[in-house]
């Protein structure tokens, strides 16, 4: 892939060593201006690292990484490149122990924000997030939900041009979540950039784009509804067992004389047929055993079939 | 209570020292550290103290004087040409005496009025005044009958026994003590900082939303420690033994009663420390002061008790590092049973129980819902 | 010169994470004071109260005058007299000296001629030290007896040393523990808030947050280090005042000598403190390392045991520890008012060692994750 001149993000063939252990590997995908760019992995599938990669905190073993029209080459870049992204981190990253305000003081010095423009900033994103605390309340009182949003403001005082959002939802109340995407959105709309991974699938369904890692390597990049289509040519069926069904015979199941995918979902299997044959063919010998009903897949499927069922 | 809830958490909690080489080295580290350092570094017999010479008489007897210090064994002599010089070198802390003997010392001598010699010594840098003062004093008699050739009259002979440590061996003195300071160091330490860590990371609230009672968890994440302090005893009383020969003359289901006993009192402040700070930083800071550092101090380790003022003494007898220390060293060097130790045991035993009190009341009301 | 945005930033973030705490106030501004009133009072090489008693004779009145002069002395206290086993009574603990005169008296044994007088002397000597000074305790009140009350002995010999005790002439324990004292508290307190000040930032995850922002490897770590730097200094004053106030400890230097050598000191410690704090992961390691430190430095400084006695790999040891260099030069500068040369050689041996430790902060401190 060809890096995009006008890309926000554009990243060849990178690999990131740690000692022997390849922990990214041949990754390559370049992200447009205002667009929602998910990342989806199990853990330890690379997606924090290339994420602190692509913040500057991680300096790339192999391939090239251009960040804000940045290329990454050296210390000297990864600098430049802090001032153009944000970072919000998978624990919040602000002082328990400090007040809100405190807390953004501390966090515009550290940027050396010029202090009319922090004061002007911090209102703007205070009203963005509607933030009606008194600022003198210390961290650790407020709301998970709200700290969450706090910990936004922050990583964007110093108006970032992409902002970098490591599981940023995680154990918060769903309500909090969903004003967190609203409030993603709007800035996406406003031309900013977001990078974010979350283990949250329904979340992810929201992205423009999503790719997907698996030990270090991209295995999938498309919009939600295009990796459901490549992933699923065929219709998906969840099968719901009418007997309880000994665990053998499950296991022939998964064989491959019938479908491509055949995952447990508590009681019930979600399974996508080879071929519209071997479907009939199926229903042929277990219409006894399972009521079956045509659902659409979810991103869920698509990861399970992606990532784990080729663990297997 | 259950006891396999407690092994799951114990489990839990072996396996973060055990992956975390870190703080495993250390707290393996801190008594090889301690025992080296005590056991090899200490000498309180003090030898080869440097002194400085200004021999202003240049007679006979001042030679003969000199002579007579050199071949004491206790001293290295400097010699300088002036007073001045031989001052200097104690001010400037390159020698620990300077010994200036006037001129007329010889002519003094013979004619019985007494023949002077000054002594300068450091009272700013000196922890050995005390020793080279005593030095001196049995000197003069030495000296007198090497110079004058007079019997040396002794109307009454003090014969001294050493009792427990015959030799005065710094090491039987200084090892035994050890054994409170390591299973102090490693048990207050170290269980005010687990149980304050689960709190900073906030993963006591998941523990105490899980049907496990907290007293399980206390019990469980405490019960390495126990063995690690344990196995610190352990390790202090081969290397006291096998390395510097100290002698074992109690029994030792008396040592290890005391050391449960101890054992148990740190662990219960380092947990009432911790449920009271809920901060590593805090924690560390409040066990360093309140454990540590009495523990070592103010525990008859080296400074004894019996030499403090009055109200600083009745102090001491609320540390249990103090009773923990007359229990080991008795039953090391005199074989103390546990009958002569009533006393010792009982204090420890009350500190023990008020502690455990008050730290499980507090657990209780701050904890448990 | 414009003060560094960021690192006016970490004084007040520091300040307020420090200060806020009332424990934290306790344990940085009273717990100094209190430990000083604390170990100045109770650490002490002193012998004293010794408990002695003898084992009577009928008509031994030489003993009784050893015995009444013994506790006069002030280093004694009177212990139970019975006719038990002597040997029991220090076991028991009852005693921790015994004089033992021979079964017909001391004071039939004098007089039964030249060289004959005997009196044993029971010590328990499970404490070396107070043995040992216990010993030369009766040694010289027999002599004295001797001397003055009996005239067995000439009241002075020829050869007479006549001692001189210089900066501290009626020889006080504390005119020289103080001092070691204030430079252990020192120490503590900067290594106490300096070891974990890094390593906290990286358990609690606020340290990705540092290094996302385009700020200079010197920035970072003088931003962790000059707000330690400055509430290890507020601690001195505090501790001198105690130290000359309620332990009437002279201080002949000058006072500006003895801040910059305690601000070099404190700045040599708190590099310490942050090497610890780079090199440990979570505050659990770097209050061992901080432990690790602490222990041997306080140990072979010279403020318990002195260093000549050491064997040299020790004693090499004691001489790479910046609390033996500090201890040495309070002393110089508060009792001795200060020589230039030993003030300006040890500030020299403590600012090559605070240059290397924080040469090699930097060179493992990374602004990066990896």
Redesign the interface.
């Known amino acids: 892939m060809q890096p995009t001149l006008n890309a926000a993000v554009s990243v060849t063939e990178l690999g990131v060593d740690f000692g022997n252990f390849k922990a990214v590997n041949q990754v390559s995908f370049s992200v447009a201006p205002g667009e929602i760019f998910g990342f989806l992995g199990a853990n330890g599938a690379g997606k924090t690292t290339t994420i602190r990669v692509l913040c500057g905190l991680l300096i790339p073993t192999r391939g090239t990484v251009t960040v804000a029209g940045i290329p990454y080459l050296s210390e000297e870049s990864a600098d430049r490149i802090k001032e153009k992204v944000g970072y919000m981190s998978q624990k919040f990253t602000l002082y328990n122990d400090l007040t809100v305000a405190e807390n953004l003081n501390f966090t515009a010095s550290l940027r050396k924000l010029e202090r009319t423009y922090y004061l002007k900033r911090k209102k703007e994103l205070f009203d963005f997030i509607t933030f009606d605390k008194p600022e003198s309340t210390m961290v650790k009182d407020l709301p998970g939900g709200m700290k969450q949003q706090v910990s936004l403001a922050a990583s964007m005082l110093h108006n970032p041009e992409i902002i970098f959002l490591d599981e940023p939802t995680a154990g918060v109340t769903s309500a909090a979540r969903e004003k967190f995407w609203s409030l993603i959105k709007s800035l996406a709309k406003n031309g900013k950039t977001i990078f974010v991974t979350s283990h949250y699938m329904d979340e992810v369904e929201q992205c423009d784009r999503i790719a997907l890692m698996r030990s270090g390597e991209l295995i999938a990049l498309d919009s939600p509804k295009g990796l459901k289509e490549s992933t699923f040519p065929h219709p998906l069926y969840e099968l719901t067992p009418k007997r309880k069904i000994p665990y053998s015979e499950i296991e022939a199941l998964r064989s491959p004389d019938y479908f491509d995918s055949f995952q447990a979902y508590g009681l019930r299997f979600h399974a996508s047929p080879r071929t519209a044959q071997s479907w009939n063919e199926f229903l042929m010998r277990y219409s006894e055993d399972f009521d079956s009903q045509i659902i659409q897949p979810t991103l869920e499927d698509v990861f399970i079939r992606l990532v784990e069922g080729q663990n297997r | 209570m259950k006891i396999a809830r407690i092994k799951a958490i114990a489990k839990k909690e072996i396996f973060h020292v055990v992956r975390d080489p870190f703080t495993l080295a250390l707290a393996l580290l801190l008594p090889v550290m301690m025992v080296t350092i005590f056991g090899l570094a200490i000498e309180f017999n003090v030898q080869n103290i440097k002194i400085a010479v200004y021999d202003g008489d240049q007679t006979q007897s001042s030679r003969k004087l000199i002579d007579t210090l050199a071949s004491s064994g206790y001293f290295l002599i400097d010699s300088f040409p002036t007073q001045f010089a031989a001052i200097h070198q104690v001010d400037a802390e390159s020698d620990r005496a300077a010994l200036m003997i006037e001129p007329e010392f010889e002519h003094h001598l013979w004619s019985d009025r007494g023949a002077r010699a000054q002594l300068v010594l450091d009272g700013a840098d000196n922890s050995t005044v005390g020793s080279v003062v005593g030095y001196f004093t049995a000197m003069q008699d030495l000296a007198t009958h090497k110079i004058l050739g007079s019997p040396i009259t002794t109307p009454v002979e003090v014969k001294t026994r050493f009792l427990f440590n015959p030799e005065l061996n710094s090491r039987w003195f200084v090892v035994p003590g050890l054994l409170v300071v390591v299973v102090g160091i490693l048990s207050i330490l170290l269980t005010s900082l687990t149980v304050a860590r689960e709190y900073e990371n906030g993963s006591m609230e998941l523990l105490l939303s899980t049907p496990v009672e907290p007293i399980e968890i206390i019990l469980g994440k405490l019960a390495p420690y126990v063995g690690l302090g344990l196995s610190a005893v352990v390790f202090v009383y081969i290397i006291a033994r096998v390395f510097f020969h100290v002698p074992f003359l109690g029994s030792h289901f008396t040592l290890i009663l005391g050391c449960v006993l101890f054992l148990s009192t740190y662990l219960a402040q380092g947990l009432l420390i911790s449920v009271t700070t809920r901060k590593q930083q805090v924690a560390m800071q409040i066990a360093m002061m309140s454990g540590l550092l009495p523990s070592i101090l103010l525990s008859g380790f080296i400074f004894a008790i019996e030499s403090m003022p009055l109200f600083f003494r009745g102090l001491t007898a609320a540390l249990p590092a103090r009773w923990f220390m007359v229990i080991c060293r008795d039953t090391f060097l005199k074989g103390s049973s546990l009958y002569a130790l009533r006393y010792s045991f009982l204090a420890l035993l009350l500190i023990c129980t008020v502690m455990v009190v008050i730290a499980s009341k507090k657990f209780k009301r701050d904890v448990e819902p | 010169m414009r003060l560094n ?2 690192l ?3 004084v ?2 520091e300040f ?2 420090a200060l ?2 009332p ?2 106030r306790m ?1 940085l501004f009273v ?1 100094p004071v209190m ?1 000083m009133t ?2 100045g ?11 002695l008693t003898y084992h009577p004779r009928p008509n031994d009145t030489v003993l009784q005058h050893v015995y009444e002069r013994a506790l006069s002395s002030g280093w004694f206290v009177p212990a139970q007299v019975t006719t038990t086993d002597p ?1 029991e009574q ?4 009852e005693a ?1 000296a015994v004089l033992v005169p021979p079964p017909e008296g ?1 004071t039939q ?2 007089g039964q001629g ?2 004959s ?17 216990t ?2 305790y ?3 009140i ?1 002599a004295e007896v ?1 001397k003055t009350d ?1 005239h ?2 000439p009241t ?14 009626t ?1 006080r324990t504390a ?2 523990m103080v001092p070691g004292v204030m430079s252990m508290l020192i120490c ?1 307190i900067t290594i ?1 808030l300096t070891s ?1 000040s890094i390593s ?1 930032e990286k ?4 340290f ?8 200079k490897p010197w920035e970072l770590i003088l931003g962790k280090t000059l707000p330690y730097i400055i509430l290890g200094m507020s601690n001195v004053p505090l501790i001198l005042g105690v130290a000359v106030f309620a332990f009437g400890i002279p201080m002949k230097g000058s006072l500006l000598v003895l801040f910059f050598s305690a601000f070099i000191f404190v700045c040599t410690t708190v590099a310490i403190g942050t090497l610890i704090s780079i090199l ?6 770097s ?3 901080g ?2 430190f602490l ?2 430095a306080i ?2 400084s ?1 403020l ?3 260093l ?4 040299p790999l ?1 004693k090499a040891v004691a001489y790479l520890n910046p609390l033996t260099y500090f201890l ?1 030069m309070l ?2 500068i508060m ?2 008012g200060g ?1 230039w ?2 003030i300006g050689s040890h500030l020299f041996v403590l600012l090559l060692m605070g240059t290397a430790l924080t040469v090699t902060s930097f060179k493992l401190f990374k ?4």
């Not at chain 3, 220090?90 to 603990?93: A, D, L, S, Y």
């Not at chain 3, 002397?121 to 070396?128: E, M, Q, R």
């Not at chain 3, 990705?208 to 700020?215: G, R």
């Open positions: 945005a960021t006016l930033g970490f007040k973030k307020a994470q806020r705490d424990k934290m344990l717990a430990q604390l170990f009072v109770a650490i002490s090489s002193d012998v004293k109260n010794v408990r040997f220090i076991k028991n603990g921790d001391l044994s004098i030249e060289g007088g005997q009196l044993q002397l029971l010590i328990n000597a499970s404490n070396v030290l107070r043995a040992q000074s010993e030369s009766i040694k010289s027999m001797l009996l067995l002995l002075s010999s020829a050869i007479q040393f006549e001692m001189r005790i210089l900066y501290n002439p020889s005119i020289f503590l106490l974990m906290r358990e609690t995850g606020t990705e947050m540092l290094v996302s922002a385009p700020t440990t992961r979570t505050q659990q390691q209050m061992m390392g432990f690790l222990f041997p140990q072979l010279g318990t045991f002195p000549e006695n050491m064997p020790m040495e002393r110089n009792l001795k020589d040369k030993v602004t990066n994750l990896s």
